[in-house]
């Protein structure tokens, strides 16, 4: 919106144009707002947290960080490529049915895909010129080969879990359906090998019981850990791969019942196993870790079994008791080099989107203590906050860009393998204070004022926040922290002067000594001042009392004095070198009281040079006091006819605005005008107006939306001003036109209104060039830059980048690790068979070298596995083909009438018979494609009759001659049934489709006419 006083102004003013701002989120710290999901690379050692709004935050090591943020938020119809080497969306690979699990195959590009309807697809990643994309391969899992039944389509069929069979790879896989069925399926032969669970499962318990998690509990894949809906945890025993030196397979390859039950307490209440995670630790002390479904009430939702030799006999567990039901766990190792003790952390994230940590070892200790009946302390979680922060920001001020000497390369990587990682325990025992060298090295200072009244400075010339100074002094005596929350701060650097203002209306001027007594030493070091308090570098401290909790503070630099405002309405104006009250002026409102904004300004007044004291009131009222007395101005205030709540005010200089023709009397050509943002809107008022007392707005400018924050920042000489909104929306409008330059929005930013009488979770500061720093409780911190071409930090390509190249597989390591060194178990056990079966009764590292897949020679054999198609492209996987853009029409060739995609390698006689007889006569109206279908059928039919008789001789080539199946796999009876209900489902997809598109047509001529009536009522006028 442009003003007419500013089209007819002076011509050599010029404001911040649209090319000089370009509003971005620079940087991510910490854990973001609505976490739900981990993943953990334990090669590369990262940390992936996604969260409900399609955020996916990496952490690295050496407290290396990278935001990723998807377009979409449909975590369940498509697949999502980030290359995160480069920090880029990749590729997006839609699919027709939901996605309910998916595997990778560690160490290679291959990734299973399970959907709905209980088909498994392989994809591969493949590189293409600056991008990575997924590809479809010719290889499937049908439902109807691995599972047996497709005789119904129910929420049953589908993919709960893949699990690659350890050890095994490029050659097997299990999957998990939902209803309970386990199917270990051989990659190279394409069939199932072992079956359990389904049928046998539901007879054990006389109802539908659902398969809701799942996890390996054996290094070698022989223990697979299932939980189910009811809460109950079943152990299964799954044949591992045969033994290359005997020949041979386990001793019972065909069990249909569970080897063991584990009773933690879920089945009481019938809470749903939600999650499960296995740690192994030299068969001995291995843990299972469980935890129940986040929608229940329990105190014991997460919980630790110590699974041995002794679990049959007596069960060992840990109940972890946190505050809030958890939504994922996960276990790390410790993402920093340093350390020469192993550390590994237990991870939960809760349903409110806050991390805890547990110490891994110390749970491990705990078990084993209480298994020996010895004296132990129970392990305590650790919420996630961001390093040295020991309570609330409360307050905090951001200056940038001081003239400094730059680190070199050497001692920034120093810095980042020095510095506490976001998880670790460590950075929340210390007590946030460094060894202070000054601010002399420090381009970006962060200064924080916290709830229970400690002050922290903060190194942020790099992205990693780094506290180099931590004030806890209430006086000249007083030593420790005051807990009561800062509201206020002032910083002067060339002074060095820190003024703060507390809830309980305290103003404590902090003289700082000078810095040059430290330039020997480095504030790299953690190791905190050996000196009692902060008298080695607090010069002096002065008290004085205000009435009321202090909002606001300004210091005239000319005059020495500072103005401060109280929630009670007064101002307050303080000599700083008495400190002497000068005076204290009340300001009444009939809506709220409070003071929100004060500016020290000098202006032409009548001819005559005026110093007042600008006063903006929380109900949206300005007025001016006179500075050196406290008087007012004038009798009224000036404020809009329908006030809200106000957030900042600002006196535009007047060599920044131009003047107007019919300026009132006092102002000249270039008057100071007076910014005022509130929630709802913007205003300008004439500055000589306010300090009369006339109530006009020059401008005004309504939200769409509630402002939580504004600010004014500068561009060289040129002024500007950035909104922030509660949704999350940034907006660069121009001064004084108010026209809005640029916007863009933060994702995962909400800002909600603190109750009265409380202080937000939420702080915001800003630089004088525009540099926004927004902390959202504790958790995360947005660093947001709104000029172009500006670089606010050093390193910030080196502490994003959570990929390391440097980290390459071992060409000896194969397709999987070797697996743990294996001890003898003195007892017998279900995990002592675990060993027995794959080791015998030696001790030694386990499998041999001889037995573990080379990488290069199991790669090459799966692209030949995974590039021919081992079923035909149309069997009953309707989900194999990717929407890659669009959707994928239905057509009539789509209707498979062989029948031979459905059918397996025992395909005989009676199958033949049945397709020809059932399927002929069902689908007699398509009569060209029928009949070349039924003749293919019967080409198909009679080899598959002289390959069975040739074939015939042992029990299994009898039973496949006459239609029978192994392992609980259906007949081929029902697999025709099925495709012929598929057929149906086709047609009826075909009509609908059909239908639709015809709607489509009579829509668009129906707008089409529309469109030429008004073109030509257009022309007639």
Request: glycine letters at 6%; proline letters at 4%.
């Amino acid at each position: 919106m442009k003003l007419n006083w500013v089209q007819s102004g002076s011509n050599n003013y010029e404001g911040v144009k649209v090319s000089d701002v370009e509003p971005r989120l620079v940087f991510h710290n910490g854990i973001p707002s609505g976490s739900n999901i981990f993943a953990y690379d334990p090669l590369q050692k990262i940390l992936a947290i996604s969260t409900q709004d399609g955020r996916l935050k990496l952490f690295g090591r050496d407290n290396t960080q990278a935001l990723l943020q998807s377009k979409e938020a449909e975590p369940t119809k498509f697949l999502q490529v980030w290359d995160i080497e480069n920090k880029v969306w990749s590729h997006v690979h839609a699919f027709q049915h939901e996605i309910t699990s998916f595997a990778i195959m560690q160490q290679s590009p291959y990734m299973y895909i399970g959907n709905s309807l209980g088909n498994v697809s392989v994809l591969k990643l493949e590189k293409e010129p600056f991008r990575i994309v997924l590809v479809q391969t010719n290889y499937t899992i049908p439902f109807s080969i691995s599972h047996g039944n497709s005789t119904e389509v129910s929420a049953e069929n589908a993919v709960a879990h893949i699990l690659p069979q350890p050890m095994a790879e490029s050659k097997r896989v299990l999957i998990i359906f939902r209803d309970g069925l386990i199917v270990l399926w051989d990659i190279r032969e394409s069939k199932p090998v072992f079956i359990t669970g389904g049928n046998v499962l539901q007879s054990l318990h006389h109802e539908a019981t659902k398969a809701t998690s799942a996890c390996w509990a054996c290094p070698f894949g022989t223990r697979v850990v299932v939980g189910y809906n009811n809460g109950e945890i079943f152990i299964w025993s799954i044949p591992p791969i045969i033994n290359s030196r005997a020949g041979l397979a386990s001793d019972s390859p065909t069990q249909n019942t569970p080897v063991c039950k584990l009773n933690v307490g879920y089945k009481l209440n019938k809470i749903p196993i939600a999650s499960l995670k296995w740690a192994y630790a030299d068969g001995k002390a291995s843990r299972l870790y469980v935890m129940g479904a986040s929608n229940f009430e329990s105190e014991n939702l997460s919980q630790v079994v110590l699974l041995n030799e002794h679990t049959e006999s007596r069960m060992i567990k840990l109940g972890l008791h946190l505050p809030e039901p958890c939504s994922d766990m996960d276990i790390i190792s410790g993402a920093s080099e340093q350390g020469k003790h192993r550390q590994v952390y237990f991870l939960l994230v809760g349903k409110s989107g806050h991390i805890y940590v547990y110490d891994d070892c110390s749970i491990e200790k705990y078990l084993l203590q209480l298994q020996s009946r010895s004296h132990n302390t129970l392990p305590k979680e650790v919420m996630v906050n961001m390093p040295f922060v020991d309570s609330s920001i409360t307050a905090a001020k951001f200056i940038t860009d001081n003239p400094s000497l730059d680190f070199a390369n050497e001692d920034y990587a120093v810095l980042a393998k020095d510095f506490p990682h976001m998880f670790s325990l460590e950075n929340k025992t210390k007590d946030g204070s460094t060894q202070f060298s000054g601010f002399s090295k420090v381009k970006n200072l962060y200064i924080t004022g916290h709830r229970n009244g400690a002050i922290t400075f903060w190194d942020v010339s790099s992205p990693i926040f780094i506290p180099i100074l931590s004030l806890k002094q209430q006086n000249e005596d007083d030593t420790s922290v005051s807990g009561i929350a800062v509201t206020a701060l002032s910083f002067d650097h060339n002074s060095r002067l820190l003024v703060s203002g507390d809830q309980s209306g305290t103003v404590r001027i902090y003289k700082l000594k000078p810095e040059a007594y430290g330039t020997e030493n480095s504030f790299l070091s953690l190791q905190g001042s050996t000196k009692k308090g902060n008298c080695h570098i607090i010069d002096s401290i002065k008290l004085i009392k205000i009435n009321g909790a202090i909002l606001c503070m300004n210091i005239n630099q000319d005059s020495k004095h500072l103005a401060v405002g109280s929630d009670q309405g007064y101002v307050s104006v303080v000599d700083i070198e008495g400190p002497t009250l000068l005076y204290q002026q009340h300001i009444e409102s009939e809506l709220c009281t409070g003071i929100v904004s004060l500016q020290f300004r000098s202006c032409s007044l009548h001819g005559f040079e005026k110093n007042v004291l600008a006063v903006g009131t929380k109900d949206s009222s300005v007025l001016a006091l006179d500075s050196d007395t406290g008087n007012k101005q004038s009798s009224t205030s000036v404020h809009p006819k329908k006030p809200s709540k106000a957030l900042f005010m600002h006196v535009l200089n007047g060599q920044d605005t131009p003047g107007k023709g019919n300026a009132s009397e006092g102002s000249g050509p270039m008057q100071p005008l007076l910014l005022l943002c509130s929630e709802k809107a913007l205003y300008l008022y004439s500055f000589t107006h306010v300090i009369e007392g006339v109530k006009k707005v020059i401008c005004k400018k309504k939200f769409q939306s509630s402002c939580c924050w504004a600010s004014t920042f500068y561009s060289s000489s040129k002024i500007a001003l950035a909104l922030l909104f509660s949704n999350g929306r940034i907006e660069i409008r121009s001064l004084p036109e108010l026209t809005l330059l640029k916007e863009t929005w933060i994702r995962g930013f909400a800002y909600s209104t603190p109750k009265p009488n409380s202080l937000s979770n939420t702080s915001i500061c800003s630089s004088s060039e525009g540099d926004i720093v927004m902390v959202n409780g504790d958790q995360e911190i947005f660093v947001v830059s709104v000029l172009s071409r500006k670089q606010i930090f050093r390193h910030l390509e080196s502490a994003s980048q959570v990929y390391r190249k440097d980290l390459v597989v071992s060409q000896e390591e194969g397709l999987v690790s070797a697996g743990p060194f294996i001890h003898k178990e003195k007892k017998k056990g279900i995990f002592s068979a675990v060993i027995r079966d794959i080791t015998g009764s030696k001790s030694k590292p386990v499998p041999d070298h001889a037995d573990i897949e080379d990488a290069r020679k199991s790669l090459k054999e799966l692209e030949t596995i995974f590039s021919i198609a081992n079923f035909p492209v149309h069997t009953d996987d309707t989900d194999n083909k990717a929407m890659d853009e669009g959707e994928v029409d239905l057509d009539i060739d789509d209707i498979d009438i062989d029948g031979a995609a459905e059918k397996p390698k025992e395909q005989n006689m009676l199958a033949a018979a049945l397709n020809k007889q059932n399927l002929a006569s069902k689908f007699r109206v398509l009569k060209g494609k029928l009949k070349h279908g039924k003749t293919k059928n019967e080409k198909n039919s009679t080899k598959e009759e002289q390959q069975d008789e040739k074939a015939a001789g042992t029990v299994d080539q009898i039973k496949r001659k006459y239609g029978f199946s192994n392992a609980n796999e259906t007949s081929v009876a029902k697999i025709a049934e099925s495709k012929l209900q598929d057929n149906v489902r086709k047609f009826q997809g075909i009509s609908l489709r059909a239908t639709e598109m015809q709607d489509e047509a009579k829509s668009f001529s129906s707008l089409a006419n529309q469109v030429l009536q008004i073109e030509q009522n257009r022309r007639a006028s």
